[in-house]
């Protein structure tokens, strides 16, 4: 364990500028340091995190101790990190001190006890959260004073893996034998409310393993594996997943339509594009076309307009409900940073409403906890476009997913769907669907049979190559 301070102690300068995503830091220092194996690069990378979401409280603890204040938040994010449980062995702090004792320097083992019998209610709501000063403030108006900080404490904490079986290529039953299989130190359980989830208690290295290399799962969060039944593709259906990124959910549709239809991924990075090749290709789908867009104003999309069954808009957005997982975004992303993702969330919103033919369902989602990127996107769409209207989540998603008599994530007072973390237990999502009036035109289109919409297809997939 003694290099395992020394490499954080490397890999926290750069970490701590913030001037590149975290998790491209940390595999860019893993390519350069090939002889680290899979438990280290987890021990270091777990620990690097653990720092980055408990920020605040470990800088203020660093600024008295022994050595350099970047061994000092070393030793405090292996001391989280093995302390978590996050690598499967849940260790209570002092055992974790123990773990840590014999790399430890003279000093470092009182100063590491001290540190664990801190009272956090002595410490400023600021520290204690580890959040920055507008983030707190804005939690304080939505969800509000009351709660915000339970959502504060649940974002501290590493989120848990989930998986998604593919059902294409087997069931939830069977992925969940495969990973018991995995050894002991692992427990495979269902997740509660996704129907082909299974979360693993533990972090295993999966992408090895002869079950993903064949496509049986994919890595994705509980929250994500719901939102595709908020989109309710059927079989057979035009749909486009316009910011389909590596493609985590465009799979997870594609899944629920059989294979069956035409699922455009568009994006407007090649490189995350890219990234879904594979992922396709193992997960044993014909359905997906994966394609490039300059902008949401591309030509291509105009060439699709008013023939889309249904369309998904994951936005780019501030990524507040994903801390658990990207704790720097918290420190990365700023109001301003907000306001500009706000145009552009509106502006993928209208173009991407042009694709739906009359009937036709859209959906609005950010993985956001921020009205600005969520309702007030949706309240404004609807404004600017009155040939849209609001279908309530909960008539959506019924009867799936029941929790206090509502499918989950949906309430009384508003159609829209929305995943907490500190409630549901998954990354924070925002979900609105909008339905496409139907027009006197559009019913008479709306009689093509199953025969001309195959050939129309087929026609618009040569459109786009
Ligand atoms: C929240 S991520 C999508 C994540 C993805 N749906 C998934 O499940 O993994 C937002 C995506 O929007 C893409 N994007 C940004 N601007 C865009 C635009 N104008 N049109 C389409 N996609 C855009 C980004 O490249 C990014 O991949």
């Given amino acids: 364990m003694p290099q395992h301070a020394i490499h954080l102690e490397r890999l926290l300068p750069e970490l701590l500028s913030f001037e590149q995503p975290a998790d491209r830091v940390v595999s860019r220092y893993f390519r350069a340091e090939p002889q680290l194996g899979n438990r280290d ?18 800088s203020q603890f660093a600024v008295s101790g022994e050595g350099s204040q970047a061994r000092r938040l070393a030793l405090l994010g292996l001391l989280s990190a093995l302390s978590e449980g996050g690598l499967g062995s849940a260790n209570r702090a002092e055992s ?21 019998t801190v009272d956090p209610a002595a410490l400023n709501p600021l520290v204690r959260n580890n959040l920055p000063e507008w983030l707190w ?35 939830r039953e069977e992925l969940l034998v495969q990973m018991n299989a995995l050894g002991g130190r692992y427990q495979a359980i269902p997740t509660p409310y996704a129907p082909d989830g299974v979360r693993i208690m533990g972090k295993p290295a999966l992408q090895n393993t002869a079950g993903f290399k064949a496509g049986m ?29 590596a493609g985590g959910k465009t799979l997870a549709i ?21 990234n879904l090749k594979p992922r396709q290709a193992r ?33 780019p957005c501030s990524g507040m409900g994903t801390l658990r997982r990207n704790p720097d975004l918290k420190w990365r992303q700023t109001p301003e940073g907000v306001l500009e993702l706000n145009e552009k969330q509106m502006n993928i919103l209208s173009s991407a409403s042009r694709l739906l033919k009359p009937g036709g369902r859209l959906v609005y989602a950010t993985c956001s906890l921020l009205p600005q990127e969520n309702q007030q996107i949706a309240e404004a769409f609807l404004e600017k476009h009155p040939n849209f209207e609001a279908v309530p989540a909960a ?9 206090d008599k509502l499918p989950l994530g949906c309430s009384l007072d508003n159609p829209w769907w929305q995943l907490w973390p500190h409630i549901h237990g998954t990354d924070g999502f925002f979900g609105a669907v909008f339905q496409k009036k139907a027009s006197v035109s559009a019913l008479t289109v709306d009689k093509d049979d199953e025969k001309s919409v195959k050939v129309k297809s087929k026609k618009v997939v040569k459109e786009l190559k």
């Fill in 41 to 58: 690069r987890a021990l270091i990378a777990e620990s690097a995190f653990a720092i980055l979401r408990r920020k605040n409280e470990f």
């Fill in 96 to 116: 974790a001190i123990a773990d840590l004792a014999h790399v430890l320097k003279p000093g470092e083992y009182e100063w590491l006890q001290r540190f664990a």
């Fill in 137 to 171: 403030d804005a939690f304080g108006k939505y969800p509000g004073e009351d709660t915000r900080e339970e959502l504060a404490k649940a974002l501290m904490h590493p989120a848990l893996l989930d998986l998604r079986a593919n059902t294409m290529k087997t069931t």
């Fill in 217 to 245: 799962f994919e890595v994705q969060d509980e929250g994500s594996q719901l939102l595709a039944y908020l989109l309710a593709p059927k079989r057979g259906e035009m749909v486009v997943d316009f910011c389909a990124g």
């Fill in 254 to 274: 594609g899944a629920l339509m059989r294979s069956t239809g035409r699922l455009y991924a568009l994006d407007t990075s090649e490189r995350r594009l890219a």
């Fill in 283 to 315: 997960s044993g789908l014909s359905n997906v076309h994966p394609v490039w867009i300059d902008s949401e104003n591309d030509s291509k999309i105009k060439r699709l307009a008013g023939k889309i069954d249904r369309v998904l808009v994951d936005a």
């Fill in 395 to 403: 008539e959506v998603l019924k009867p799936l997913f029941p929790k």
